[in-house]
Each structure stands twice: as structure tokens, then as C-alpha cells.
């Protein structure tokens, strides 16, 4: 068996690596026997030198057994989605119960907020009480009873994998598409699904701005995850302006509450939202086909048993029994609200620019030890083609913040000639 650096000096040149020899290093990452700069050198000539398909699914498998892999014996079958993340992206909330109210059970391990995409741990600390790291007994019990449970990664799921995304994320390696891959789907191996539906943006909003590097990831990611025994389908959704027209955390919890409620379901977002929905209950066997699941989908929330579902997720985690009763006596409520004008039709959407200024009012991170203000951001944005006045409303904390949360919303939106909106699913690939 190779040496640490024996590995690190084979993968620099170029060389393929057994899966013992890559198992083997990540059983150092997990025991230390790997030090900080060997890691280091490891992911950067990953990062230039690429893995073959056998390798990202030894490295996957490896970091996903690298801790507790999970395991369920459940009446219906376990499935999860996870998304690369963009603005006003908070599907996982109302899908997740959807996917519950239809028969799956949806243990899904969430992320805070990487670079400036929102995340779903984030929007889940706004709600009062809500307990996001549970522990494994807990998060499996909640499953078990709801049929759904949102929560953070714990200390025993990919151990290997959350030391290596720390070192990579101050390396300059994160945007390595074996690495990705890898971090993705370890954690999914490790939760123990019988499906996976990927979400991977692409826009002006997302990591992957163009079309072709989001067909590589998706690409990579079913073929990996299929390569490890996880039935996995990809949808590539536009991210060229903001999923849900709300952004933040407190706001956008609200906004899922209106969606499962039936207050408001704005088309692109509920396109999304059916379009993932659906490849998880075909994966999972309980629909057809993706006419079928859609409509199971759309009865789930007619009736209300979506809404229930969350409803008791959130009450079986520590949160409101009554949340989505009462969401405005318990969400957080920015005490600055401004609304912002402009004439004319919006013709573009800086998406990643609306990110950015949501982190600039506090609802997001520039270090790790951050606190996040789960009161602020922005509801009511514009879209393309809008041509009513309104470009959105700025939630902030105080009357600075606000002024400075209008330039940037107007700095965002390019008014003139709207061209055709792009479809909220591009396309899909893999698993059908």
C-alpha cells in the first residue's frame, strides 16, 4: 500500500489510483493519519489531473463509508433531492413533505449557505425551536412517523468528506467536478436512499453558469451514483433569475408556507417543484410515469396532507405546533420594509448580484463564525418580462441597510426589451 505522499505523487503525474489505495487515504482523512497539507496537495491534483469514472465512484464509496451509512426498514421506499444551489431556491421544504404525503419517506441532510446561494439549514434556524441537528436516533424516528425530516449533517455521516470540503474550501479547490461529485453523493450513500434526484442549476444565479458545465456535473453525478448503487435522475432548472420571489431565510420558510397553503404557487417555482417531485416517486416505484406523479403531487397539496406533513416535521423537531396557522406571530420579521420602483420591463436579472445583497444585509455568511439575521431579504422580485413598477421589497434591519439594499435591487435589474423567457426545466439526464 502506497504512503500518503506516495498517492499524492502518483495522482500529480497523472497516474490512475486502485481503490485500495484511495480507500486507504480517506481512512487517513477520517483517523488523521492524512495531515492538512497531504489532503491539501491531494485535492489540487485531483483538481488538475481529474478522476477516471473508478476512481470518483472508490473516492464516493470510500467517503461514504467513512462514517454510519444508514440503514432503514420502512413500509415505502427512501428517497432524497438535492440541489446545487441558487436564489430564492427553497423547494426542499414544500417537497419533501409533498414526497412524505405521497408515500416516501425523505430523510434529507441539508446544507447552510455556500458562497451566495441560500441555504436550506439556514431558512429551517429562522423557524423558533426548529432543532436542525438531531441526533441519528431522532432524525430516524421523525422519518419513520412523519415520513419526512430536513436536517443538518451530523458528525457521523461522511466524516471524511466534511474534512476535505474544509480543506478545499480554502484551497481553491471546490470547483473540482470529481471532487463535487464525490462530496454530493457520499452523503447521499451514507443516508442510505433507494433514489436521488439531483437539481443542478444553471445561470446567471447558479455555480455551473453555463449550459455544458452543468451537463457535465449532472452527467457525473448520475453516472457516479449509478456506478455506486443509487438510482439517481438529474434535472438541469434555470437559474437565470431567482426560483421563488423571495430571498432570505424568515421570507422564504414564508413563502414555502404559501406554496403547501395554497396562498400563492408562482408557475416556475411549482414547475420545478413537480418536475423534482415527480423523478422521486418514479424512482421510488409510486407512480407510472411523471404524468402520473405529477398529479399525485398536485393532490397531495389540493388536500392539504402536504401542508400536514410539514406541519408535523416542523412540531416533531422542536418548532411551532402551529406555524402554519399563525406564520407571522412566529417567523421573524424585518423591522425596515422598502418597497422599490422602476419603470419599464425587466430584460435581465443579475441573479447572483440579489444573492450577494441578501449576504450584505445579513442573511448570510462572509466567514463561517457569521451570525445570520433571519429577518432579512427580499419578497416580491421582479421577473423576467415584469413590467408593473414593482422590482421587490427590501426587508433589512435598519434605515441604512435598506438604502443600501434598494441600490443594489436596482443595480440588479436591467430594464428594456424582454426576450423570451427561458423554461424553468431545461432538460433532464439520466434515470427515466
Not at 146 to 174: E, K, M, S
Not at 267 to 296: I, K, N, Q, S, Y
Request: with cysteine; proline share 5%; charged share 20%.
Amino acid at each position: 500500500m502506497r504512503l500518503p505522499q506516495e498517492t499524492i505523487r502518483a495522482k500529480r503525474d497523472g497516474l490512475p489510483l486502485a481503490p485500495e489505495e484511495i480507500e486507504a487515504f480517506v481512512r487517513g482523512l477520517t483517523d488523521g493519519a492524512v495531515g492538512e497539507g497531504q489532503a491539501a496537495a491531494f485535492a489540487m491534483a485531483v483538481f488538475f489531473r481529474g478522476l477516471t469514472l473508478p476512481e470518483r465512484v472508490a473516492l464516493t464509496r470510500a467517503m461514504a463509508e467513512s462514517g454510519r451509512v444508514l440503514a432503514w426498514d420502512l413500509p415505502g421506499p427512501v428517497l432524497d433531492k438535492h440541489s446545487t444551489g441558487g436564489i430564492g431556491d427553497t423547494v426542499s421544504l414544500p417537497l419533501a413533505a409533498m414526497v412524505a404525503a405521497c408515500g416516501g419517506y425523505v430523510p434529507m441532510i441539508s446544507g447552510r449557505g455556500l458562497g451566495h446561494t441560500g441555504g436550506t439549514l439556514d431558512k429551517l434556524g429562522s423557524i423558533p425551536g426548529y432543532d436542525a441537528t438531531p441526533g441519528l436516533d431522532a432524525f430516524r424516528r421523525v422519518v419513520g412517523d412523519v415520513g419526512c425530516a430536513i436536517i443538518g449533517q451530523t458528525a457521523d455521516l461522511a466524516p471524511a468528506d466534511r474534512r476535505l470540503y474544509a480543506i478545499r474550501d480554502v484551497t481553491g479547490t471546490v470547483e473540482s467536478l470529481d471532487l463535487i461529485t464525490a462530496s454530493i453523493l457520499s452523503k447521499k450513500l451514507a443516508a442510505g436512499l433507494d433514489g436521488l434526484v439531483m437539481d443542478v442549476k444553471q445561470g446567471s444565479g447558479a455555480f455551473m453558469a453555463t449550459l455544458p458545465d452543468a451537463r457535465a456535473l449532472a452527467g457525473s453525478i448520475v453516472t457516479v451514483a449509478e456506478g455506486a448503487g443509487l438510482r439517481t435522475a438529474a434535472l438541469i432548472t434555470d437559474m437565470d433569475a431567482p426560483l421563488a420571489s423571495a430571498a432570505g431565510n424568515a421570507v422564504e420558510v414564508a413563502y414555502a408556507i404559501d406554496y403547501l397553503t395554497g396562498a400563492r404557487r408562482e408557475p416556475r417555482f411549482h414547475a420545478v417543484t413537480l418536475a423534482l417531485g415527480a423523478e422521486m416517486l418514479v424512482a421510488g416505484g409510486l407512480a407510472a410515469d411523471r404524468a402520473a406523479a405529477a398529479e399525485r403531487l398536485e393532490r397531495s397539496l389540493a388536500s392539504g396532507q402536504a401542508a400536514e406533513r410539514f406541519a408535523r416535521m416542523v412540531a416533531a423537531l422542536g418548532g411551532p405546533a402551529d406555524l402554519l396557522d399563525k406564520p407571522g406571530q412566529h417567523l421573524p420579521a424585518a423591522p425596515v420594509r422598502r418597497p422599490v420602483h422602476q419603470d419599464g420591463t425587466v430584460a435581465g436579472i443579475a441573479t447572483r448580484a440579489l444573492g450577494l445583497a441578501v449576504i450584505e444585509l445579513g442573511g448570510g455568511r462572509t466567514r463561517p463564525e457569521d451570525r445570520i439575521d433571519p429577518r432579512v431579504g427580499f419578497t416580491d422580485l421582479a421577473g423576467h418580462g415584469s413590467a408593473d413598477g414593482l422590482l421587490g421589497i427590501v426587508h433589512a434591519a435598519d434605515a441604512a441597510s435598506a438604502e443600501r439594499g434598494e441600490a443594489a435591487l436596482r443595480k440588479a435589474y436591467r430594464m428594456g426589451e424582454a426576450a423570451a423567457p427561458r423554461p424553468a426545466v431545461i432538460e433532464a439526464v439520466g434515470a427515466r
